[in-house]
């Protein structure tokens, strides 16, 4: 089990094991849900993203020809709501 301290803010940093465990980085959202025992869970966001999102993401004037392998990686980071 781990231990976190609230700060005078009453606010929680949760470790970066926890953080991992969930599958979140930065800039991402966690669920928080309170359970009527005084517990609460937490779980990873869904994320969210449409087509219209992904549209275009790789166009680019004047850039550079991209490879196959250079188009698959972007798109993989697209759709994981990286920039």
């Known amino acids: 089990m781990t231990t976190l301290t609230i700060t ?33 869970t937490a779980k990873a966001a869904a994320r969210k993203g449409a087509l219209a999102d992904f549209i275009g993401c790789l166009a680019h004037k004047g850039g550079p020809i991209l490879t196959i392998d250079e188009i698959k990686d972007i798109t993989a980071r697209g759709w994981a709501g990286e920039k």
Do not use: M, Y
């Open 8 to 40: 005078a803010k009453g606010q929680v940093t949760l470790r970066q094991d926890l953080l991992k465990h969930l599958g979140v980085g930065p800039g991402q959202k966690i669920e928080v849900e309170k359970l009527p025992d005084g517990r609460i």
